[in-house]
Nanobody, 119 residues
Framework: QVEVVESGGGLVHPGGSLRLSCSIP????????MAWYRQTPGKQRELVAS???????NYAPSVKGRFIFSRDNFKNVAYMDMNNLRRGDSAVYYC?????????????WGQGTQVTVSS
């Protein structure tokens, strides 16, 4: 059973920063493509950023230049540093992990963590 463990999130003022963490204990983390999605009520879940096993990143235009996605394959954890947060960044953030070794072996989701940007 693969468990995706999220941490971070919370309430922050506009312009502030937060760090989200996503870990998968007990797996070969370097085979996983990691991603963060976010969702607000009434809207579809949208991709925020992704990071490939060797560190290549991709960002949604709305967060590019403000969010930084990184990973530590030895610690089985990925981090997303969110800077200069805006009210529009408020959402439930979900970590996604895809075990891809030439073919997709598994697609797993965390339970979500709330990020609220408000004064």
């Amino acid at each position: 059973q693969v468990e995706v463990v999220e941490s971070g999130g919370g309430l922050v003022h506009p312009g502030g920063s937060l760090r989200l963490s996503c870990s998968i204990p007990g797996v070969v983390f370097s085979t996983y493509i990691m991603a963060w999605y976010r969702q607000t009520p009434g809207k579809q879940r949208e991709l925020v950023a992704s990071i490939e096993p060797h560190g290549i990143t991709n960002y949604a235009p709305s967060v590019k230049g403000r969010f930084i996605f990184s990973r530590d394959n030895f610690k089985n954890v990925a981090y997303m540093d969110m800077n200069n947060l805006r009210r529009g960044d408020s959402a439930v953030y979900y970590c996604n992990a895809r075990d891809f070794r030439g073919t997709l072996y598994g697609d797993y989701w965390g339970q979500g963590t709330q990020v609220t940007v408000s004064s």
